[in-house]
């Protein structure tokens, strides 16, 4: 496991950057988690 694989995207701006969206809860099929998106419960998806 590396250290800062989740830990640089923890706002929207830095989600979507990195080319992902927030998404309640969790991430659909098809998309992995790359971080959260500073709110509970909130998570930086990217499509696959």
Do not use: D, R
């Amino acid at each position: 496991f590396l250290l800062g694989v989740f830990g640089h995207i923890n706002n929207p701006v830095s989600c979507v950057k990195s080319g992902g969206v927030c998404l309640p809860i969790y991430c659909p099929n098809g998309f992995k988690q790359l971080g959260t998106c500073g709110l509970p419960g909130t998570k930086c998806c990217k499509k696959n």
